[in-house]
């Protein structure tokens, strides 16, 4: 996805760190739908970093290294991820995981698709027992900074404060299971709904990810079933999607510095 059609230009902020799901134009991301049927592990990580393309778009700002977007999703397991990885950073790629992380970038896990605690502790566990000791060794190039999350809300069945809540009380047990390490959630929003007062649910529940004790410590937007859902005009406050965001990550940015 662009950065700049669907986040900058709807947001007026180019500052914004961007989740540009995979492919030949973001090298932060290993996606196994985006990246060929090598699913990115043939893909350079050292160019992972913030550069200007010639049409004056950037796809990512470079300062996280994301690693598949959830494998259950597409016929694979957090196993599969977990082998896949040690062969990228520690075979394949070493010398560039090397610069990548003399640069400080950082690494996160394969993206999880919350559900509920059970199943996120079961595929973490997959991941982290399959690729110990090296993942948890903050000397090796597989060492894993960060825990990502996917977050979904279903207005339907149950209101996005409420899921907001139970997830971020969730991901506070996991971080400490998980060496404190601190939580990206990759995704949030709805799914598959691109009416405004559905996306609007999701997007002003999005303070309650950085409660007092949060683990939380970046969220990305997820446009719902189309990324053009960031320029849709919201009658109801006389703006677009993508300003609302703007004024959200505002609001929280400046609450969390008081």
């Not at 560039?96 to 950082?106: D, H, I, M």
């Not at 595929?123 to 900074?145: G, K, M, R, V």
């Not at 446009?223 to 005009?233: E, H, Q, V």
Request: proline letters at 5%; glycine letters at 6%; one cysteine or more.
């Amino acid at each position: 996805a662009s950065c700049r059609m669907y986040l900058w230009n709807p947001t007026q902020d180019e500052s914004m760190f961007c989740f540009a799901f995979g492919g030949a134009g973001d090298p932060c991301h290993l996606n196994i739908v985006h990246d060929g049927v090598n699913y990115g592990r043939f893909k350079d990580p050292s160019s992972c970093r913030l550069q200007l393309r010639p049409d004056g778009d950037y796809f990512s700002r470079g300062d996280v290294f994301y690693l598949w977007d959830d494998p259950s999703l597409y016929g694979f397991d957090f196993r599969w991820a977990a082998n896949a990885w040690l062969a990228y950073s520690l075979t394949r790629w070493v010398d560039q995981v090397e610069l990548l992380r003399k640069a400080g970038l950082k690494v996160t896990t394969p993206l999880v698709t919350f559900q509920d605690e059970a199943q996120v502790v079961r595929q973490l566990s997959e991941f982290f027992d399959t690729c110990s000791p090296h993942c948890d060794d903050p000397e090796s190039n597989a060492y894993i900074d960060l825990l990502a999350v996917n977050v979904f809300c279903d207005p339907s069945t149950e209101t996005c404060a409420d899921k907001v809540a139970a997830v971020t009380n969730s991901l506070k047990g996991l971080s400490s299971q998980y060496g404190d390490r601190p939580v990206h959630i990759t995704q949030w929003g709805v799914r598959d709904s691109s009416d405004p007062p559905v996306l609007l649910s999701a997007m002003d529940s999005t303070p309650g990810f950085f409660t007092d004790g949060s683990t939380i410590e970046r969220v990305y937007w997820y446009g719902g079933d189309s990324p053009t859902t960031t320029n849709l005009r919201i009658q109801a406050r006389q703006s677009r999607l993508g300003l609302i965001w703007a004024q959200t990550c505002a609001s929280i940015d400046s609450n969390n510095s008081l």
